[in-house]
């Protein structure tokens, strides 16, 4: 009996895991996809965040959009080539807004805040 059942579940194990390995992979393909559709929209000069698969993360420029990756110059502090980031590689790209954060922009506010009220209170002495 105990072998029976075994047997079962190895067997079932067997049939189930190649089926569940095909869908993974073509889910994998579908990011892919959408990942070429998406960054297809991103204007040529964008700054992007890149995030990888295997968990890289890059802030980079866009220069090349193709079919299978794109091309990006990475913002760093020296010098570094281009690189080529396949589409499927892809976990997660953002494109970066130009602008002040809303944290800068209320510390900047309570510093100049500060700095009128103390010189309100010293000239009033």
């Given amino acids: 009996m105990k072998r029976t059942c075994a047997v079962a579940i190895i067997s079932a194990l067997m049939f189930t895991a190649p089926a569940a390995a095909a869908e993974r992979a073509s889910d994998r393909q579908d990011a892919g996809d959408l990942w070429r559709a998406f960054v297809q929209k ?24 193709d079919e299978a990756g794109m091309t990006v110059k990475p913002k760093t502090r020296y010098p570094e080539p ?14 970066q807004r130009p602008g002040v954060s809303y944290g800068k922009a209320a510390a900047i506010g309570a510093g100049v805040g500060a700095s009128v009220s103390l010189l309100l209170l010293l000239s009033a002495q």
């Avoid at 589409?87 to 790209?93: A, E, G, H």
């Fill in 82 to 95: 281009a690189r080529r980031i396949a589409f499927d590689r892809l976990d997660n790209v953002e494109v």
């Fill in 42 to 65: 991103v204007p040529i000069g964008s700054v992007v965040k890149i995030r990888t698969r295997d968990g890289e993360r890059l802030t980079a420029i866009v220069f090349v959009v």
